[in-house]
């Protein structure tokens, strides 16, 4: 359900039910000049949509200002939009405190933007990681001074190993896990990404504007349906994990 169609009713019930809370997250970036400025973020948007059809899930407003860089092409009438990881982190951490506050305690960001350097991290999403630590030990540290060492708290790591982790309560994934990026590799508006826009969001995607004059887009000419299907499926089977985890 999206968020800002929900009623409160609604609301608690996800709350009591534990579901999981996705913001859709991602850039505005020139992506050649075939493929529109938005897919890092449509790709997203369109497999968590796909994956709302068969599991309860609250879809929050997608976030498209990440940290894009101006390193693929300069801003002017490319239409890149590049926000600074600091100011992310900043959104981030008052919307995540703003999430744990209503209640939620399984919350997902889900991030397509330089995912090949996930493990390691790149300005959108260690911005996002950051945030939701910070935004956890708010929460647990309004317990008081010495809330981890009390002796109430004795069970801490036998509770981690039962699954009941606070640091659980906000995690970050990049739309393709490692297994899809090593059988589909990443790059940027060539074979692989264009061929998830047709597969996911055929409408952002125009092969007659096609120019290969640029390296990163040279295999663009390779992209197909098939290949984008299969993609496709794996990225979603990867997304079914992680959201059922808990």
Known sequence: MRYEMMYPDQIRKAIDENWPVVLPAGVIEYHSEHCVVGVDTLLVIRAVEELEKEMDLVILPPFHYGSASYAVEPPERNGTVHVDSEVVHTFAKEMFKGLLRVGFRNIHVIVHHQSENFAVGMPTDLAFKFAGRQAIFDVLDKHGDGWWGDNSMSDYYSSHESGANPFNWIQVHPLMCAE????????????????????????????????????????????????????????????RKVLKCQ
Request: glycine share 4%; aromatic share 8%.
């Open 180 to 239: 899809a990026q090593a059988k589909f590799p990443i790059d940027h508006a060539s074979k692989q990404e264009s061929s998830l826009m047709m597969a996911f969001c055929p409408e952002g995607i125009d092969n007659s504007k096609l120019s290969t004059e640029k390296w990163y887009v040279k295999d663009a000419v390779k992209a197909n349906m098939d290949y984008g299907r299969k993609a496709r499926e794996m990225t979603l089977e990867g997304l």
